[in-house]
T-cell receptor, first 115, second 113 residues
Framework: GAVVSQHPSRVICKSGTSVKIECRSL??????MFWYRQFPKQSLMLMAT?????????EQGVEKDKFLINHASLTLSTLTVTSAHPEDSSFYIC???????????FGEGSRLTVL | GNSVTQMEGPVTLSEEAFLTINCTYT??????LFWYVQYPGEGLQLLLK?????DKGSNKGFEATYRKETTSFHLEKGSVQVSDSAVYFC????????????FGAGTRLAVHP
């Protein structure tokens, strides 16, 4: 199947700094990408949906100024956690679609730890 | 709102044992239902899906039947292997296709030789 890659897989940062996570579709053009957040032993929660070249659509309760999403090209979307705090520590996962079947392909996830 | 509930893990089985992972859902209308699997160090992969009542999804020996009367989509496999050790996620989409999936919490399966 199609491949989606996230980078970095793990990141540790200090409180107050910003962290960028990349999501790349390696062998297809991703017209739509989704960002999820997962807390330990909980469901993946959809944070936002981004279409290439458009502003992201955020789910209720997700701070768009804190979680900046950019989808500037058909193969790359980025999530920037701004002014990170310990409560932002979580596992962030992206998925992408763009193939003829509409199937979603997921990245490996990125674990963020804010000290 | 819509939601998915999975049995808590971890589920620990011996090789060749029968597997059931329960999944129930709450949704309006007629959602599509999915099972995803996440192997260690990899992204979630679609395992199987069903788009309407009484449909049975199957793949790699796994099966799940869309039961509208019990709002369930339990995952089963007759004989598990060590290589099936992974985290399994049940999910639904009420918007058709794969858009805006709503996931369960995931169930970790560990299969021992």
């Amino acid at each position: 199947g199609a491949v989606v890659s996230q980078h970095p897989s793990r990141v540790i940062c200090k409180s107050g700094t910003s962290v960028k996570i990349e999501c790349r579709s390696l062998d297809f053009q991703a017209t739509t990408m989704f960002w999820y957040r997962q807390f330990p032993k909980q469901s993946l929660m959809l944070m936002a949906t981004s279409n290439e070249g458009s502003k992201a659509t955020y789910e209720q309760g997700v701070e768009k100024d804190k979680f900046l999403i950019n989808h500037a090209s058909l193969t790359l979307s980025t999530l920037t956690v701004t002014s990170a705090h310990p409560e932002d520590s979580s596992f962030y996962i992206c998925s992408a679609t763009g193939t003829s079947t509409g199937e979603l392909f997921f990245g490996e996830g990125s674990r963020l730890t804010v000290l | 709102g819509n939601s998915v509930t999975q049995m808590e893990g971890p589920v620990t089985l011996s090789e060749e044992a029968f597997l059931t992972i329960n999944c129930t859902y709450t949704a309006t209308g007629y959602p599509s239902l999915f099972w995803y699997v996440q192997y260690p160090g990899e992204g979630l992969q679609l395992l199987l899906k069903a788009t309407k009542a009484d449909d049975k999804g199957s793949n790699k020996g796994f099966e799940a039947t869309y039961r509208k009367e019990t709002t369930s989509f339990h995952l089963e496999k007759g004989s598990v292997q060590v290589s099936d050790s992974a985290v399994y996620f049940c999910a639904l989409s009420d918007q058709g296709g794969y858009n805006k999936l709503i996931f369960g919490a995931g169930t970790r399966l560990a299969v021992h030789p």
